[in-house]
RNA sequence: GCCCAGGUGGUGAAAUUGGUAGACACGCUAGACUUAGGAUCUAGUGCCUUUGGUGUGGAGGUUCAAGUCCUCUCCUGGGCACCA
């Protein structure tokens, strides 16, 4: 028989299929094991060969777990709300649910092709009313819930209810917004609406006033991690700061226990970090400022208290409240002209704009709490109304910024930490002794720190505080392709639908755009009397894995019985994109759950592993300016030229494809070719860059592409082959026929080339077992580290070590199962040949024999200070005697030696020898 | 500015605890076979001024021994960014 893969990967990919190979159920006598990939959304490009990359690294795994002996979950679905298929529905009229099914389609075939040992059985879309049932039940039951911070978790709101009703809201402590206080009676008196209103600022899921990052271009507001410097991620269209009534989730209360459920998940520290940095957790103090000659005080937060005495203004944020109640008459006119110019700002111009220090002086002043000195209050764009309380004090002395602003408006510093100069620049450094300070005169930093920390509260002027940057996420986006939320209004006042409601789906409407009066496509539906905004991208894919364990549950998002048993996610696999996006949600999601019981685990992602993004590698060649002549890279200095992509399909080696060229678009009909010699041929030689894969610069390489010509087997080692897995690496073809060859190789220690079977059942020899025993060693252990390259290049050196003539049964048949995960396809096939019934999927994989893989042969000598030292493989357990014979009978010894006889042997560590010599 | 990850042949890359740097593969060179192919096989291939020297971005250091550890520095990629 012949390696035939386009018979073989057909045939095998229907029998996975008509034997549910890769069904799994709750199997309680095996050890669990989750793999997941993050779920994709189904572009209308279809897969191109950097998507593949992690699922081909997870089916590996897979497969491997399988193997030894693990009760493997591997499911797949799709993240099928999304904004492409809403605009393809916006220019075309084609509903979305059409556009999205088409794609979904088209990306299982282009799935099938390549082999994934998926449990298609358990696929979920998150667009499917059955599955966004539960998406909507998650957002009803955070509306109704609240964060307590002093059990530190989520609570119902009834319980919230019930205490109000006794004591009112003074002894909660909870993530909350500012609320008046009340006593139990008085809430008693509250209307019904005036109840709701004070519950929506408790509630985990809320409606409220916000500022939110609006873009005009999209018609949507947008979450902080979908805009990137002033741009939607999406179209890079401008973003807007603007107030408006928005849902969101409270996912600020969790930024401590998501801050510290990183330490406990084994997660690349990059993104650990990402992650950090964006919840932002910052350590100080609140401290009060009395304005002078005012009713008016407020609140700074700083983390260097430590720097008190050195204060020589007060900045509040443009949009700060008290802005109005301290300005004074005379300043009223100036100010209210520098809020309007700040006003016009975006967000874009306000960051391209940092080196400008703009402020303004509102007239007034505060009194310093411990030198009772007066100090001017200023208005400051750089000082941001989101965080902390939108007013700081400001230590020039001390901080970059308020120095600027200090030598902007000519504000006087004072040095209060010795160590720095201070004439030309802040000295920011937490390092040396206080001056200038009063009672902190002569203290270290840190000393200080807690000696003004302990001051303030003493003098109840303030407490420590901790702030996080992390934002509340906004939970509505005005847009048609997503989850309804589940919210009807009276009075004005939002109230969830009953669970049994469930699901709100999705109305038609008769166009996919906002009405005239601006309000989302929801308001076109009709009789639709809910929220008209629909809920974010990230609200489906926060709690997909929990589906997962239990897909076709009618009742509820997962059984207990099921998430018991599968608990959390074992390895993910994904891109690093994500990591202050879905990551951050999902977590976040999943304990919000945890803390009301629904899911059984704090973190929900073990391990994660991030594949580098496959970049294009874009051929171009060199068209003589003004002419239809080509000159090939190696002459395109010696003549003006212009650079053309060329499509990277008609490209092989870099080397064009000069006829295909001719026929690929309709101007190169005539094309003349100015060649170079290379190889005593006369070719096109095409230039190479690295960019990122996309349509426009023709250097998308299609799966099915390399599918058909070298088989999916050929693709997935290929693609493992490339380097590691978490590397970015631009994609090539060059040597994929390296990993091919290798497949023919290994077929061929089955046939001959006149496709006669060579299989026979005679004993291996040490030797080969020894070949075979490294290979499984070796193989193992990189599947346990992902390194897959490494353990395709010990498959390769295996079939070079193995003798000529070596067809025998007890070496090739592990070897044929070792190689099942990464071609599969081949694997059943060469499995079926050795004369099994069963697919390869449930064959053991091989234990390696530590015997054979002893060697107790010294490595190589060397020489210094007249001593002699040999390197040996193993701690063996030779004695000196025995060492110094083997020593002798090295065939360099004498060389090294040089003449010398040895005269003392002393073993040092386990590898090393000290010869003494005369 | 701050944080993280990386820099190894013509190319993709290997290298347990510091222990023969460049495994494996591509490409290239020479040869064999031939039904003439983009097939297969054999040998060679870091660099140089080749009986030797040199070499993991650069400069120092520790060590018998450094790609690996330490200090400084340069470059590339990614993230955060007026967060007090």
Redo the contacts with the bound molecule.
């Keep these: 028989m012949k390696y035939d893969y386009n018979k073989i990967e057909p045939k095998w990919q229907k029998y996975w299929e008509e034997n549910q190979t890769f069904k799994v159920t709750e199997d309680k006598t095996k050890p669990k094991y989750y793999v997941l990939d993050m779920f994709p959304y189904p572009s209308g490009a279809g897969l191109h060969v950097g998507h593949p990359l992690g699922y081909i690294a997870s089916d590996i795994y897979t497969r491997y777990k399988r193997a030894k002996g693990f009760n493997v979950l591997h499911p797949m679905g799709f993240d099928a709300f999304g904004l492409p298929a809403e605009q393809y529905a916006i220019q075309t009229g084609q509903h979305p649910a059409i556009t999205t099914e088409n794609n979904i389609k088209r990306y299982r075939e282009q799935f099938d092709r390549i082999g994934f040992s998926f449990d298609w059985s358990r696929e979920v879309r998150t667009c499917d009313p059955s599955y966004y049932k539960h998406t909507q039940w998650a957002f009803i039951k955070m509306f109704e819930s609240w964060y307590d911070k002093e059990h530190n978790k989520a609570r119902a709101i009834t319980d919230l209810v019930a205490v109000f009703e006794s004591y009112g809201n003074k002894s909660i402590n909870a993530s909350c917004a500012e609320t008046p206080t009340f006593s139990g009676s008085e809430w008693k008196r509250f209307s019904e609406s005036e109840q709701q209103k004070i519950l929506l600022n408790y509630r985990i899921a809320f409606l409220a006033d916000t500022t939110v990052n609006w873009c005009p271009a999209l018609g949507t507001v947008l979450a ?2 979908e805009v ?2 002033g741009l939607s991620e999406r179209g890079d269209h401008p973003v807007e700061q603007k107030v408006m009534k928005q849902w969101s989730l409270r996912i600020s209360a969790y930024a401590q226990r998501l801050l510290e459920g990183l330490d406990k998940v084994d997660w ?3 993104i650990k ?2 992650q ?3 919840i ?1 957790r ?1 350590e ?1 103090a609140e401290v009060l400022f009395k304005v002078k000659d005012s009713e008016v005080n407020f609140e ?5 208290p430590d720097t008190m005495f050195g204060v020589t203004f007060m900045v509040l ?1 443009p949009e700060s409240e008290l802005v109005d109640k301290v300005t004074t008459d005379d300043q009223k006119a100036s100010v209210n002209s520098y809020l309007e110019v700040v006003k016009k700002k975006t967000d874009r111009d ?2 391209a ?6 402020g303004v002086f509102s007239g007034a002043y505060c009194i310093h709490p411990f030198s009772g000195e007066e100090i001017p209050i200023w208005i400051g ?15 020039p002395a001390h ?4 120095y ?1 602003f200090a030598k902007e408006f000519n504000i006087s510093i004072t040095e209060v930490v010795s160590g720095g100069d201070i004439s030309n620049e802040s000295y920011d450094a937490k390092d040396g002794k206080l001056v200038n300070s009063d009672f902190l005169n002569g203290l270290e930093v840190k000393e200080a720190i807690k000696k003004m920390n302990h001051e303030v509260e003493a003098r109840g002027l303030g407490k420590k505080k901790i ?1 996080y ?1 992390l934002r509340d996420a906004i939970f509505a986006r005005q847009r048609y392709w997503g989850e309804p939320l589940p919210v009807y209004f009276k009075d004005g006042l939002p109230y969830t639908l009953k669970e049994s409601e469930l699901p709100l789906e999705l109305p038609e409407v008769d166009a996919y755009l906002p009405t005239e009066d601006g309000d989302p496509p929801l308001a076109r539906a009709d009789g639709w009397k809910f929220e008209l905004s629909t809920m974010p991208g990230f609200a489906g894919s926060s709690a997909y894995y929990l589906r997962y364990m239990d897909p076709h549950n009618k009742k509820e998002l997962a059984s207990r019985e099921s998430m018991d048993y599968w608990k959390s996610v074992d390895l993910y696999v994904g891109g ?2 994500h ?2 996006g879905h990551l951050i949600y999902s977590r976040f999601w999943n304990k919000f759950l945890f803390d009301l019981g629904y899911s059984v685990v704090k973190e929900p992602f073990k391990k994660l592993v991030n594949q580098g993004m496959i970049q294009g590698r874009s051929n171009f060649v060199y068209r003589i300016k003004g002419s239809n002549k080509f000159v090939s890279h190696s002459l395109k200095d010696k003549h003006d030229t212009t650079e053309l992509h060329v499509d990277v399909n008609i490209v ?2 870099d080397f064009l ?1 000069m006829e295909a060229f001719k026929t690929w678009l309709p101007e190169y009909k005539d094309a003349e070719f100015m060649t170079e010699e ?3 041929a006369q070719k096109y030689k095409c230039g190479f860059a690295t960019e990122k894969m996309s349509k426009s610069k023709w250097n998308v390489v299609n799966p099915d592409i390399i599918c058909e ?1 070298y088989g999916a087997d050929t693709l997935r080692l290929y693609e493992m ?4 897995i ?5 994609w ?1 073809t ?9 497949l ?2 290994f077929w ?1 220690l089955f046939y001959d ?1 006149d496709e006669k079977l060579l299989l026979n059942e005679e004993e291996a020899t040490d030797e080969e077992l020894k070949i075979l025993h490294k290979t499984i060693k070796k193989a193992s ?2 599947m346990e580290n992902f ?1 897959f ?2 353990s ?3 498959f ?2 295996a ?2 070590e193995l003798p ?1 003539g070596c067809h025998k049964r007890a070496i090739i048949e592990p070897l044929t199962i070792l190689l099942a995960p990464f071609a599969p396809h081949q694997a059943e096939e060469l499995w079926s040949v050795l004369g099994h019934k069963d697919s390869v999927t449930h064959a053991a994989w091989p234990e390696f024999n530590e015997s054979f893989l002893t060697e107790s042969t010294y ?2 000598p ?1 020489s ?2 007249g001593k002699m ?1 040999y ?1 040996l493989d193993l701690d063996i357990n030779l004695n000196k005697e025995q060492i110094e014979k083997a020593i002798l009978e090295h065939e360099n010894s004498q060389k090294y030696l040089d003449g010398k006889t040895i005269k003392k042997v002393i073993i ?5 020898v000290n010869i003494v010599v005369g």
Excluded: C
């Design positions: 902080n991690d990137k410097d690349s520290e990059s970090e990402q950090r940095n964006w932002g910052s100080g700074i937060f700083t983390t260097r944020a306000r960051l704009d940092v080196k400008n220090v703009t764009d750089y000082v941001l109304g989101g965080y902390g309380t939108g007013a700081i004090m400001a230590v901080d970059s910024r308020d600027a702030n940057r690093s994109e990591a202050t092989d080696n494809d290379v190889d005593g010509r082959f490339l380097g590691p978490e590397q970015a690496k631009p090539n060059n040597g994929i026929e390296g990993v091919h060859r290798f023919k190789k061929g080339q252990e990189d390194s390259n490494t395709i290049s010990a390769m050196i079939l070079n000529k490595k190589y060397v210094f200070n030292r390197l040092v560590p386990k590898k090393i």
